[in-house]
């Protein structure tokens, strides 16, 4: 088993207060509780991540919207993976090894793997069906979060994760995010300065003082854990 | 001077080396890719600050 421990609020991180104030994001993060805590406490079991994490990115995300973005639109629903790269992602996991016997029954139950063991395209439909989105969207950030470069000796940069699931991997900030540029923006303080302005918010809302993080292990600890 | 046999050992023995090197680099990888998951236990510390 490996251990690592991610510390919130991160030091000289604020949650924008345009995205919300303290009790207002508390309010969101209780509402999504209410609505998908079944779906989430099942996607942490499954993949290993917290639900404080899971819920904090619906947050931010969707703000527990299971239709937010335009109709249609390849990247609708609570945490806005894209479905172009959906199929391939759960390919992937399947064909390592590494997709848990949990996420295999629900995406079963919805037909997205077939009895021969084949994952079929996934539509606009099952990104606002709020089991499977947030099911194929822990995959998709425990893929993430399984690179090298979201881990150093310090342990997992959430920070790291954050970047890339919002802007790519190949982009500029993507290519910040994974330490491939000179200097290395190694601390969440760094890469949240460094970044496009919306990736930035998005690093401190996540885990600036006041964000969805914070709250989620704190305030509501109790009911989220 | 060192014979062409010689020569043909160290080459080929060099490049063996490689090739079952990498194969286990690969191999590696792929196993610590695939185990992650299953032993990932992260925890979340909220320090206040």
């Known amino acids: ?225 | 001077m060192k014979s062409n046999k010689t020569i043909w050992w160290i080459v080929t023995g060099v490049a063996l080396t490689g090739i079952v090197g990498g194969i286990a680099y690969v191999w590696y990888k792929s196993k610590k890719y695939k185990d992650a998951k299953a032993n990932r236990n992260i925890q979340i510390v909220n320090t206040g600050v």
């Open chain 1, 1 to 225: 088993m490996s251990t690592t421990t991610i510390k919130v609020p991160v030091a000289s991180l604020q949650s924008p207060s345009s995205w919300g104030s303290r009790a207002a994001i508390k309010g969101q993060l209780e509402k999504i509780w209410k609505n998908y805590g079944t779906y989430i406490t099942e996607a942490s079991k499954n993949s290993n991540i917290p639900k404080s994490v899971i819920v904090s990115f619906i947050s931010v995300e969707s703000g527990g919207n299971a239709t937010a973005g335009s109709a249609g639109h390849i990247t609708q629903g609570l945490m806005q993976w894209n479905r172009t790269y959906a199929q391939k992602q759960l390919q992937d996991e399947l064909a390592k090894g590494r997709m848990s016997e949990g996420e295999k029954v629900i995406l079963k139950k919805y037909g997205v793997l077939n009895a021969n063991g084949n994952i079929r395209a996934v539509t606009n439909a099952d990104q606002i069906n709020p089991e499977l989105n947030i099911t194929i969207g822990s995959i998709v950030l425990g893929q993430q979060i399984d690179q090298a470069w979201a881990t150093d000796v310090n342990g997992l940069h959430l920070d790291r994760v954050i970047a890339v699931y919002n802007a790519g991997a190949y982009g500029d900030t993507g290519k910040k995010a994974r330490q491939l540029t000179t200097p290395k923006l190694d601390t969440p303080l760094a890469l949240a300065n460094n970044v496009n302005s919306i990736t930035s918010a998005y690093i401190k809302k996540m885990l600036g003082k006041d964000g969805a993080m914070d709250i989620a292990t704190s305030d509501l600890k109790s009911i989220i854990g």
